[in-house]
């Protein structure tokens, strides 16, 4: 018998982006881009399922215009711009539990999409080109469906100028040089959000992060220009001491290898993606602000990328888990214990407005620290009632349990109470993400 199909309700955090009426099972782009012009031409092959049926297809594209679209080999003679989407008006009505697949030529000079979070997508450094997507960038550079729920397999083909990297998620599969320009050809097999496709460009080459003997089943790369290198593996040094420790905490690294992209420019805050983070060269110091957000984005392959929130409202199960595991590094690396970031965390919050529902923050303030350091206080509360051998337990079984899934906060209450009888966790959490009063500081019982 077959199971029925689950269709989830729009999010009401990015209600002008992503449709529950289908989703996309895999996505082939392939892309060429020409630096100079910052001009993009695309083509975007998206294996479909429908959720319900319909008269329309809407996908999520910003600034770019699509000049043919195919379905199922035929051409579509109806199609519009609409806003930030395109709309498809295919022949004939899609049925619940169709699959279709969609062929999209598109061009143009993709731009960052501005919103509340400001500029987010596809943006033009001084020398190559940087991908934020969170939370619905996406859709500057390729049409899409846009939802966080929804997580598809990738295939990105890249040709851009030669002696250019394009750095994508997932595995390299092939590179090729014709005349001045050079393809490369990434696939992501594990399930993947939209927000979290990425293609970095610049002068780089790809380096091994293998320092004084330094090894780990876990391949690790820099991709950085040979100028920035020896900054780059010096402020990455500690990087497989990082996931050492996440892998004792979290459970295995989700994915084949992790590749760290150090800008020439400066960011103003590192970037995650799936299989890769994004750092500019002001984040290659030993200073603890620095290594903080090294380890912070590398958690987020566990918090964030394998295990992907349903909908944006329960972001602290990424954010607050990053932030913790900042705390956890900040242990193991001999620099202030968890115990003590806690503390100052707690101590920086009281002293602060308490307005704030971390559980439910709203879009303005989903990205706003307290969603980070109160949520990271939750999962410290949830540790101090269970006791370490307990809760890590826990985390290695939720993250194995979930992997390349979608999770929520209900989800995760179900899991901690089923894998620690007697813990109520919803009577633990309540405080901290459902309520604006600041808790007493977490301590074991």
């Not at 729009?10 to 910052?38: A, I, K, M, Q």
């Not at 008269?55 to 035929?74: N, P």
């Not at 939750?378 to 349990?401: I, S």
Request: charged fraction near 20%.
């Amino acid at each position: 018998m077959t199971a029925p199909i689950s269709t989830p309700s729009p999010d009401p955090y990015t209600l002008d982006h992503g449709s529950t009426r289908y989703r996309v099972d895999r996505y082939e782009l392939e892309l060429d881009v020409r630096l100079g012009s910052n001009k993009l031409m695309g083509r975007a092959v998206l294996k479909c399922t429908a959720l319900e049926a319909s008269t329309q297809i809407v996908l999520d594209l910003v600034g770019l215009r699509a000049s043919k679209v195919h379905m199922d080999g035929k051409k579509v003679q109806k199609f519009s711009h609409r806003a930030e989407h395109l709309v498809l008006n295919p022949a004939s009505a899609l049925k619940t539990g169709q699959q279709f697949s969609l062929e999209i030529r598109y061009d143009g000079n993709p731009q960052p999409r501005r919103g509340l979070w400001g500029d987010v997508g596809w943006e033009e450094l001084n020398d190559g080109v940087l991908v934020a997507g969170q939370p619905n960038g996406a859709a500057s550079w390729f049409p899409c469906n846009d939802h966080p729920r929804y997580k598809s397999s990738f295939l990105i083909s890249v040709t851009t100028d030669e002696n250019y990297r394009p750095v994508c998620n997932g595995r390299l599969v092939s590179h090729s040089r014709k005349s001045s320009r050079e393809t490369w050809v990434y696939e992501q097999v594990e399930p993947m959000a939209t927000y979290l496709a990425t293609v970095q460009i610049g002068r780089y080459a790809k380096v091994p992060l293998q320092l004084d003997g330094a090894h780990h089943r876990v391949p690790q790369y820099v991709a950085v220009t040979p100028e920035m290198t020896g900054d780059a593996l010096q402020g990455l040094r500690r990087q497989p001491d990082m996931m050492r420790t996440f892998e004792d905490c979290f459970g295995p690294y989700p994915f084949a290898d992790y590749t760290s992209v150090v800008t020439e420019d400066e960011l103003e805050i590192p970037l995650e993606a799936q299989t890769v983070s994004i750092f500019g060269r002001n984040h290659m110091k030993d200073a603890w602000d620095s290594q903080r957000l090294i380890a912070h984005e590398l958690s987020h392959q566990w918090f964030g990328n394998s295990l992907t929130v349903s909908n944006w409202k329960d972001i602290w199960l990424h954010e607050g888990f990053a932030c913790y595991a900042e705390w956890l590094w900040s242990e193991e690396s001999g620099t202030m214990t968890v115990a003590a970031r806690a503390s100052a965390a707690w101590k920086r919050l009281d002293a602060g407005p308490q307005d704030l529902l971390v559980g439910d923050p709203g879009p303005e303030l989903m990205f706003d620290d307290r969603v980070y350091k109160r949520g990271a206080l939750a999962v410290h509360a949830l540790r101090m009632a269970a006791g370490d051998e307990a809760f890590f337990g826990f985390l290695q079984e939720w993250t194995a349990a979930n992997r390349h899934g979608s999770v929520s906060t209900e989800s995760f209450i179900a899991a901690a109470d089923a894998f620690i009888p007697g813990i109520g966790a919803a009577g633990i959490l309540r405080p901290w993400l459902y309520e604006a009063a600041l808790p007493p500081l977490p301590a074991a019982r």
